[in-house]
């Protein structure tokens, strides 16, 4: 109840500084329809040192979700190092609009740089391109807005990669003589798996995967009830199921937990991407035997740094720049503004205590 | 409306007969059927064990509403109680390793108790109908959850073994969540249909104005309605916890439609004083094996939800029709005298 008036009068308080500010921005559009915002006419300096005291703010999808919690607190580690200001600010639920009004507190406060992680490409940009023309550097990651209104966009890994992963592992855990294999997804309609699940499909395709079938793709809705029972259909109508594939965090804790409370531990394996934290003890006891993810906290982390490269002059968000991330080491932006993150860290019985998130 | 409730009841097996859950039973039975024909491992002890276990924290939750209903209200709450009753007891369970179960499960139905008679008091004595009240506690409730909790997440290897297992150990076979719902849904039965307070509960939902004359203590059933909900549902809670090892802020989001729809799917009757809780058990039952069904047969999970949906609105027509009957019979009978 509370959040919700405070909320309003934020955005009520935004409004105004959006019709303020709207008055005052017109001159500079024309700088912006050049892609680069204020920051173009600036080419970039590879020497430029990293500024302290740089204010960044992070804005996840939502707060009190784990991941994204996990996300930021590797770019609060970032920020310490860089010695900048970290802040975090951002809705209670994901909704396309519910980012904006805490974009227009953050040009206010003038930060100097955002990282967001976009709830709707679009729905952002107009408040996106007003923080740009004050000078601030906006970063996405998550997932990205509209690429006319951001200057870098962190992804956490490429589609391709993690396609070509979770078909290697379903491979490896098959065993020799392969066997049939099944995906345990989210949504139906949920763009990430979906297009993950397509390039496995085509992985599939190519001779050295000849002895895996890919009998059924099922949908948990991630709702760990649904997940459960999707995973029981599985084994009830596919017996001599040798891998469950879930490429989702809930999908593959269900299954886990499924599998390994039945009388079909041991028989099929579980692999897919998840949290160490929630897959630990399926791995202590057998269950799964690998599985993967990209490094959330590195994405926060590879964020901060970004932002700082962009705020300091190193980079200018081009195609073929290059800055270090710290501990995470060199990296060059790619077409259209991206930096990958790289290969999805794999997990296993050996190395699953290093991980905390 | 329903005059039914409060005939004395006849013969057990005539009135099995005529009774709506039968109708539950036929579905039920032809749905196992077709799929077991489909595929014959629907049928297996592996099978039945899932379905059943699936069923056992549905069936808990929908016995409390079958009660609330019956007395014409309704606990939308639920869902949110379930989730503050699994953080609860999966934060405790995590932080103190050595507490037995029995501690986790009075702990779930006190949370859920609390929240229960809070829905309760303000349903009765802030004359506010029980749908607004116990909306307005769903985001409450949550919110506390979403407060306490914030991004964190309670998962399998923080919780002690003993705790996990209560999920998939057995006495003398059957399941520990089995028996529970069991002994819930069987316990409930008997107090609502051979007990006093029960059909006083059957009274007030036929007819408040004229239970309140007849001297029935509507306050204090309807606050014991409530807490009872409340308290089963923090039961669900903790079953939820030990059965998923996975508990975060947003534990049971949702749960509270699947309930009510197993009651009324179950032939409890949504004006309230008809119905019975072994009904509202066996409406989860069948929920349950629907999804289940849906996932062995293979049928595109779209449908799922539009199944349950007609089943809904089938529930309620053969409500209506049952009730038209009895008026008719009724009306019958008197011109007889």
């Known amino acids: 109840m509370l959040r919700h008036r405070l909320a309003v009068t934020i955005s009520a308080a935004s409004i105004l500084t959006l019709a303020v500010a709207g008055c005052g921005g017109t001159t500079k559009k024309n700088s912006s329809d050049t892609g680069g915002g204020a920051q173009t006419a600036a080419s970039a300096n590879p020497n430029a040192q990293l500024k302290t005291g740089l204010k960044i703010a992070y804005l996840p999808k939502q707060l009190n979700n784990p991941y994204s919690d996990v996300e930021t607190s590797g770019g609060e580690a970032a920020v310490k190092e860089l010695q900048g200001e970290y802040k975090k600010v951002g809705p209670n639920d994901a909704s396309a609009s519910s980012q904006v009004s805490y974009i227009n507190t953050l040009i206010q406060q003038q930060q100097d740089v955002i990282v967001i992680a976009a709830n709707d490409p679009n729905a952002v940009c107009p408040s996106l391109n007003q923080a740009r023309s004050a000078k601030i550097k906006i970063v996405t990651f998550d997932s990205d807005a509209s690429k006319a209104c951001r200057d870098i966009f962190i992804n956490q890994a490429t589609t391709e990669g993690i396609g070509e992963s979770l078909a290697k592992m379903a491979l490896e855990q098959a065993g020799a003589d392969g066997g049939q294999i099944a995906v345990l997804s989210a949504t139906p309609n949920a763009t990430n798996q979906n297009s993950w699940i397509a390039v496995m499909k085509t992985e599939l395709a190519k001779p050295e995967y000849s002895k895996l079938k890919l009998v059924k793709v099922a949908y948990g809705n991630d709702d760990d009830q649904k997940s459960f029972q999707e995973a029981q259909g599985l084994m009830q109508s596919y017996p001599n199921l040798k891998v469950i594939v879930a490429p989702t965090t809930v999908g593959i804790a269900a299954a886990a937990r499924y599998i390994g409370s039945s009388s079909y531990k041991g028989k099929v394996a579980v692999t897919g991407l998840g949290l160490p934290n929630q897959m630990r003890q399926y791995v202590k006891d057998g269950t799964v035997k690998k599985f993967a993810l990209w490094n959330p906290a590195d994405i926060g982390y590879l964020a901060a740094y970004a932002g700082a490269a962009l705020a300091s002059g190193q980079i200018t968000g081009a195609q073929g720049d290059k800055f270090t991330a710290g501990k995470l080491g060199a990296y060059t932006v790619g077409a259209n503004g991206e930096v990958v993150l790289g290969p999805p860290t794999e997990f296993t019985a050996d190395n699953i205590d290093k991980f905390n998130f | ?337």
């Open chain 2, 1 to 337: 409306m329903t005059p039914l409730a409060l005939q004395k009841p006849r013969k057990p097996t005539m009135n099995l007969l005529k009774t709506r859950e039968l109708g539950i039973l036929l579905a039920l039975a032809l749905l196992v059927l077709y799929t077991t024909i489909n595929n014959p491992r629907f049928l297996s002890g592996q099978s039945i064990r899932d379905n059943l276990l699936n069923t056992a924290i549905l069936a808990v939750m929908a016995t409390g509403q079958a009660i609330v209903v019956i007395t014409r209200n309704i606990d939308l709450s639920v869902g949110s109680v379930l989730g503050i009753s699994a953080w609860t007891a999966a934060t405790m369970m995590s932080d103190h390793q050595g507490l037995p179960m029995i501690v986790a499960i009075l702990v779930g139905l006190a949370v859920g108790a609390v929240a229960g008679l809070l829905n309760g008091v303000l349903v009765r004595y802030g004359k506010v109908p029980a749908l607004v009240v116990t909306l307005g506690t769903l985001y409450i409730y949550r919110g506390i959850t979403y407060q306490w909790a914030g991004g964190s997440q309670v998962n399998a290897d923080k919780l002690p073994a003993h705790f996990l297992n209560f999920a998939n150990d057995s006495l003398l076979g059957i399941p520990w969540l089995v028996l529970i719902a069991l002994l819930v849904v069987g316990g409930a039965t008997l107090v609502m249909r051979n007990y006093r307070v029960g059909r006083e509960l059957y009274a007030m939902g036929s007819s408040p104005q004229a239970a309140e004359l007849a001297g029935i203590k509507v306050a204090r059933n309807l606050l014991g309605a409530f807490v009872l909900s409340g308290a089963l549902a923090g039961l669900a809670g903790v079953l939820f916890a030990a059965r998923f090892g996975t508990v975060d802020a947003s534990a049971g989001t949702g749960y509270e439609l699947n309930v009510v729809a197993a009651v009324v799917v179950g032939g409890v009757a949504v004006f309230g004083g008809s119905g019975t809780v072994w009904g509202a058990g066996l409406g989860a039952l069948l929920l349950t094996v629907i999804s289940s069904a849906l996932a062995v047969l293979d049928i595109n999970q779209f449908w799922q939800q539009a199944i349950v949906g007609a089943l809904i609105i089938l529930a309620i027509c053969a409500d209506r029709l049952v009730a038209v009957r009895i008026a008719r019979s009724l009306r019958k009978r008197d011109a007889h005298v």
